[in-house]
């Protein structure tokens, strides 16, 4: 239950770069990314403590809980494909399908965005800024095509109002997005199966 300031003293202190377990070290670390994108948008202090790490092997991948994350994350692009069978107009008027249409789409690119988080901590690569960076940092190693890092920027950019605002949400966007972008989360969610299932993880 640390705090966000807690967090970033322990990662940028020895004691975590120390620890053996690389597996708890990483889910820690990962989760600590996502809370200051949430928090601060990276700024500097994020930054710097997530720019302290060891100069040695890369960290370990749970193979498990990423595929736990890919499972969950199918599982939301169902329930969004079955949304998306609803007429337009039938949607716009009905409060209750497309607050959940918002609920299913925003628990999707929690996914989407966390696991991301998760690989770059764990294969070490440049610490991202921004949501989008997430993507391309996953596409500059192969983890997913650049194409579909591009796509689904989209959502990147709808997760905060998803999150925060979601009164203020187009609703033709939202249902624009389940109409358009449930391939891409399909996309994803086999392209990173795939790199973790290679064994290739360095």
Same mark, same amino acid.
């Given at each position: &239950? ?16 120390? &620890? ?9 670390? $990962? ?39 890919? $499972?969950?994350?199918? #599982? ?33 690119? #929690? ?25 391309? $940092? ?40 389940? &109409? ?10 086999? &392209? ?11």
């Amino acid at each position: &239950q640390a705090s966000l300031l807690q967090r970033a003293q322990i990662i940028r202190s020895w004691s975590l770069l120390y &620890q053996r377990d690389q597996k708890r070290r990483v889910h820690f670390e $990962a989760r600590s990314v996502m809370e200051y994108l949430e928090f601060k948008k990276y700024d500097d202090v994020q930054s710097k403590a997530l720019a302290e790490r060891t100069r040695g092997e890369r960290f370990a991948i749970d193979a498990a809980y990423v595929r736990a994350r890919i $499972a969950r994350l199918r #599982e939301y692009t169902t329930l969004l494909a079955d949304l998306r069978q609803i007429e337009h107009t039938k949607f716009k008027a009905d409060p209750k399908l497309y607050g959940l249409a918002q609920w299913h789409l925003q628990q999707a690119v #929690e996914l989407l965005l966390g696991t991301g988080a998760y690989l770059v901590t764990a294969l070490a690569l440049p610490k991202p800024e921004a949501y989008h960076d997430i993507l391309d $940092a996953l596409a500059g190693h192969a983890v997913i095509e650049r194409a579909l890092a591009y796509r689904l920027e989209h959502l990147a950019n709808l997760r905060n109002l998803l999150a925060y605002d979601r009164e203020q949400t187009d609703i033709d966007d939202v249902y624009g997005q389940i &109409q358009t972008r449930i391939p891409d989360l399909v996309a994803f969610a086999d &392209q990173v199966e795939k790199f973790v299932g290679t064994g290739d993880l360095s």
